[in-house]
């Protein structure tokens, strides 16, 4: 009999004695007092080899104490494994002496490989920084070879092969390896641990049973209970066989071995883990090659002990198989009706989309399985395109889920990592549907023109069989390496600017342009969405604001300069914010007109009109295209004595110079039908700048102004007032279509043009362009340059 268990200091021991253990031949001398390693659902027994995940700091350092003093560490069973600073009343009794095989650092801790080499009883537990230690008393095994004692061990390795006969999950060399140990302690102790239905707390107490015929009796136990399980599961599922299907007969078989294991009391936590994720795999509706797959992951994690790494990594691949939506949809709602009040609430004008998604529930109300769309909104910033997918989400009654690819260089962001690698997952596509739940919601595909390369790979090539309808249906993740279906998804794409995504990605879509907004549109988007919004946002009641239409188009006027309304609702903010605040101090909000903006947002940063007179000769108005929309610009040229010579300044690109060559070349050709002196080109350096000069621009759009500016710097003629111009020249003088037509009006009208010059074959670009926004211009279709130079000459040209 041993005295009560205690805990002591450790600096009270002043002398370790050791003890002897005999292992066959060998004697050991053991230390008596040893680094402790407590375990959680593992117990360790003489002559078995394991690792051991160490991440505790006290465990920790045990390792590294027990490392620096020989390698032989104390390892000891908690009672239980939620405690994570046990102390003498959480451990159980007996122990394992091990020494240290082998130590890896993992990253969040160490795996420690230790063989047991003998038995022990805790005395007392030591109180040590940074670990504890225990004082420990050896035991030894009592073994009288005797008959009875051989018939035991003989006993038990006929009841291992017909164990290993009965159940196909156990290999055929685990009883030539039972066979060939001649020790029966060590017989006993490697079937009891092998015994993964034997709770820790039975384990713990053969542990510490000295006695060997005793624990060669508990062998013959657990075997003899495995045995009739084996047996009653094998008779039940021959007669089940005939009966019922695969799936039932598993699930069957299942729930009888489950039961078995209740009435004996031997419910195992890994078996347990391994059962929930079966009925998981029942319960879902999964294709036949997935569900096979997955039914093999699970049988074979069932196999993998607790403590390996590679369990977890098993398991959170089974778990990423039962997430997925393989076959779990949202009823489309195809109300067209329905649809159309959603959109219109969402959004103010964007009619050409809004008739593009009510044309696919037109097609989803006649066919029964059509493919998904690939849609690609293309505008500038604030237009709404993001939002849009939202409310087509909304109006069809699908989950909606957005997915931002700006600035993603890696090829598994789409595809996902292979399990290889550590911490490996799905790709972004896999990971949103798991969010959106359903296998059809509506996927956004943000600024996906802004998709980076590097070594890694190129994310816009896997995009390639995303976006692709007849590819999409067998898309294969890296990481699951199983066929999903994405033909149900209805994928919107976003994006600045065409021209940077590459061309056989934007091939798979259908590219819908959103040029950005008129006054009037931007005026209502304010009074319709933006103004509600931030009073919410704000916790302002709806009617503790009023701001009427004239403010809300000065603002729009004065304040921003932009094709969308993101600005546009910062000022809004700003007011909002600043009448929140008097609210807050309970002084009256004064009414907000039109004279108070200057006051409360500061004075205006454009003006409605042009940005500068055209007084001199040599400056003409253009047109141009920007990746956030349309823009004007002004073409400056001057003309000085010396070297004949083209100066162009600006950061002009090739395209845009050429203009430039080409419009002075044509005023030289035909200068005495334009009333050009032909000597002035013969000592005189002419120089075109474009101002922003820190901006890059191209594009041959500019050649007519470019054209008109220079015929003005040399007939001395300045060009009227308020009126720009775009279209490519010909060294023949014709004039050229060319793009960006509705945001380039949309600029100058925002800039206060009253005239345009546009090529002829350009008229029908305007179809697009808002009813209100022609009724302010004047235009004049062009088809050649001499057409464009009489059109924009001053009166008496």
């Known amino acids: 009999m041993t005295g009560p268990r205690r805990c002591v200091e450790y600096a009270a021991v002043t002398e370790i004695p ?83 095989v082998h130590v890896v650092d993992t990253g969040s801790g160490l795996s420690v490989v230790v063989v047991g080499l003998g038995r022990f009883r805790v005395l007392d537990l030591l109180d040590s920084e940074p670990h504890q230690r225990v004082r420990v008393e050896g035991m030894q095994d009592l073994l009288h070879e005797t008959p009875e004692a051989e018939a035991a061990r003989r006993t038990v390795l006929r009841l291992a092969r017909e164990l290993v006969e009965l159940r196909d999950d156990l290999p055929d060399e685990a009883v030539e390896m039972l066979e060939r140990i001649d020790d029966p302690a060590r017989l006993a102790d490697l079937i009891v641990f092998n015994s993964g239905n034997l709770p820790v707390e039975e384990k713990a107490e053969l542990l510490g049973q000295d006695d060997v015929l005793a624990r060669l009796r508990a062998a013959m136990r657990y075997l003899m209970r495995e045995i009739r399980v084996a047996q009653v599961s094998r008779s039940f599922a021959e007669r089940a066989a005939g009966e019922i299907d695969e799936h039932q007969r598993r699930r069957l078989l299942r729930e009888q071995l489950r039961k078995i294991q209740d009435e004996l009391g031997e419910t195992d936590e890994q078996l347990a883990e391994g059962d929930e994720l079966r009925e998981r795999l029942e319960a879902a509706d999964l294709p036949d090659e997935v569900r096979s797959v997955t039914e093999r992951e699970i049988n ?69 399985d059509p493919k998904g769309p690939i849609l690609c909104f293309v505008g500038p910033p604030g237009v709404g395109k993001t939002s849009l997918g939202k409310s087509i989400a909304r109006a069809m009654g699908r989950e909606f889920v957005r997915c931002s690819l700006g600035g993603v260089r890696d090829e598994a962001e789409i595809r996902g990592h292979r399990r290889t690698y550590v911490g ?32 890694r790979g190129d994310p816009s090539a896997a995009l390639l069989e995303v976006l692709d309808p007849e590819q999409n249906s067998t898309f294969s993740d890296h990481y699951l390496e199983l066929e999903y279906d994405l033909s149900k998804v209805l994928f919107v794409a976003t994006a600045n600017r065409t021209d940077t995504i590459p061309p056989p990605l934007l091939d798979r879509m259908e590219v819908i342009e959103l040029p950005g907004y008129t006054l009037r549109e931007k005026v209502e988007i304010a009074r319709r969405f933006l103004v509600p919004r931030q009073l919410e946002e704000h916790g302002l009641a709806r009617d503790s604001l009023e701001l009427d239409d004239d403010v809300l188009g000065a603002i729009a006027e004065s304040y ?27 002084e009256e909000v004064p009414e907000i007109g039109v004279p108070q903006l200057e006051e409360l947002l500061g004075p205006a940063q454009f003006r409605p009109e042009v940005a500068e007179s055209i007084e001199q000769p040599g400056v003409a108005t253009g047109m141009v295209w920007t990746p956030v929309g349309g823009d004007i610009v002004f073409i400056e040229a001057a003309l000085m004595k010396g070297k004949p010579e083209l100066r162009l300044t600006g950061q002009l690109g090739d395209v845009m110079q050429e203009s430039a060559e080409a419009a002075l070349s044509y005023l030289r050709a035909n200068a005495e039908k334009l009333d050009i002196d032909p000597d002035i080109f013969d000592d005189a350096q002419i120089h075109i700048h474009v101002p922003s000069g820190a901006m890059k621009k191209d594009g041959p759009s500019a050649g007519v102004t470019m054209l008109v500016a220079l015929a003005s710097l040399l007939t001395g003629r300045p060009v009227r007032e308020k009126i720009a111009m775009t279209g490519e020249i010909t060294l023949r003088g014709q004039v050229l ?17 009253r005239e345009i010059l546009m090529p002829r074959r350009n008229l029908k670009d305007l179809e697009d362009v808002p009813t209100e926004v022609l009724e302010a211009f004047k235009i004049h279709p062009l088809e050649n340059s001499i057409d464009a130079i009489r059109e924009t000459m001053a009166l008496g040209a």
């Open 560 to 586: 921003t300069r932009e094709a969308g309304v993101r600005n546009l609702e910062r000022h809004v903010a700003s007011l909002v914010r600043k009448s929140a605040l008097r609210i807050a101090e309970h």
């Open 424 to 455: 490996a997952m799905p790709g972004r596509i896999l990971q949103n549907l798991k969010t959106a739940g359903t296998a059809n919601p509506v996927f956004v595909l943000d600024e996906v023109d802004k998709i980076g390369t590097d070594y």
């Open 737 to 753: 279509p060319v793009g960006g037509i509705k945001e380039k009006v949309l600029a100058a009208h925002r800039a206060g043009v």
């Open 18 to 100: 050791t003890y002897e253990l005999r292992i066959g031949e060998e004697a050991l001398d053991i230390p008596s007092v040893l680094p402790l390693l407590p375990v959680r659902n593992t117990v360790v027994f003489p002559g078995v080899t394991l690792p051991l995940s160490v991440g505790r700091a006290r465990s920790l350092a045990a390792v590294q104490a027990a490392a620096k003093e020989g390698g032989l560490l104390a390892v000891v069973p908690q009672r239980e494994p939620d405690t994570e600073e046990p102390e003498l009343d959480d451990l159980f009794e007996f122990g394992c002496v091990t020494r240290i």
């Open 300 to 368: 074979r994690m069932s196999g993998i002990p607790s403590h390996s790494p590679e369990r977890s990594v098993s398991r959170t691949y089974v778990e990423w198989i039962l997430d997925l939506p393989w076959s779990t949809t949202t009823q489309d709602n195809l109300d067209l009706a329905h649809a159309q009040t959603v959109l219109d609430e969402d959004h103010y004008g964007l009619d050409r989309i809004k008739e593009r998604v009510l044309e696919y529930l037109a097609v989803r109300k006649l066919a029964d």
